[in-house]
């Protein structure tokens, strides 16, 4: 949003091929509204309509896409109506325009074997042709273009984040989790940090029933020599890695710490990183999935190589 109480919408059109359905399924992943090939004459009400009750108390910018295939598709008189809507209070609207080369196009309509919408009966180079006499008015207004001749599905993911992203924390959901391998793997790890050859507490006495949470173990695992290089390490590689994992587009990235039952060096180190994390700007939730675990000495007894009892 540009100011209080200013609904953003943007129209995404272009040539057909260009990556329309691409852009809208990206904007809709980064919080926008999306509707595609809505007749034009209706989108004033559309605009006045309130957002979904699932949404709750939000109301996201909306991004509409239209294309030659699009009822009562006249670029003169879309333009004109654009024109119109763009002087009502309380509405910021923008057009983002995707051109390509029309040997490019031609490419990729012979590859997924689709006919062009123009050219049903023809070459696609005479669709491919005609469309862009049609679609000139709009690239000539548009206020974004983007050229997708060179772009891969993922090119063009990245930059319609760069452009378009409302909030860029919220963009990848990033999830750290603590486990015990002895229980089994956590499901949908991305990426995986063994973190066993850190120093035991439940071999301590005083330690064994406490968790990682706790700050005498934290303190005991703390001392390790390794711990903090290890930490470092790891951080980095977070830190280098998840950025672009956003760029990419990825929704989700979920991260897996584990030691052997998941109830002390897992769990502290994952609370470790993810303060580590804010720190950096990043906003990672936090699962400790054997926190609640009984200890259990038949899980920690065999012998790790620096001669301890922990694996």
Known sequence: MTGEGVKRVL????????????????????????VDNFPFRLVEGLLETPPSSSRGDSDPP??????SRTRGFEPDKLIESVKRLQKKPGYLISTLFLDCAGGELERRYGETRRRHPLALDRPAKEGI???????????????????????????????????????KNSATTITLT????????PNNIDLLFDVR?????????????????????????????????????????????????QDTGKAYVNVGIGCTGGRHRSVHVTERLSKDLRAAGFSPNVVHRNL????????????????????
């Open 11 to 34: 129209l995404v059109t272009g040539l057909s091929g260009a990556g329309k359905s691409t852009t809208l399924k990206t904007m809709e992943d980064i919080g926008w509204e999306t």
């Open 62 to 67: 909306l991004a509409l896409g239209f294309d």
């Open 129 to 167: 042709a005609l469309e862009r006499t049609l679609l000139a008015p709009f690239r000539r207004w548009a206020d974004h273009l983007i050229d997708t001749t060179d772009l891969t599905t993922n090119d063009l993911q990245r930059e319609i984040r760069q452009r378009f992203l409302l909030d």
């Open 178 to 185: 603590s486990f015990g391998f002895s229980r089994g793997l």
């Open 197 to 245: 050859f850190l120093a035991n507490p439940f071999w301590d006495p005083e330690l064994k029933k406490m968790t990682g949470l706790d700050p005498e173990v934290a303190d005991y695992i703390s001392k390790d020599p390794a711990y903090p290089e290890a930490i470092e390490r790891i951080f980095g590689m977070l830190e280098f890695l998840l950025p672009r994992y």
């Open 292 to 311: 609640a675990s009984q200890p259990m000495e038949a899980l920690e007894s065999m012998q790790s190589l620096n001669g301890n009892k922990e694996i």
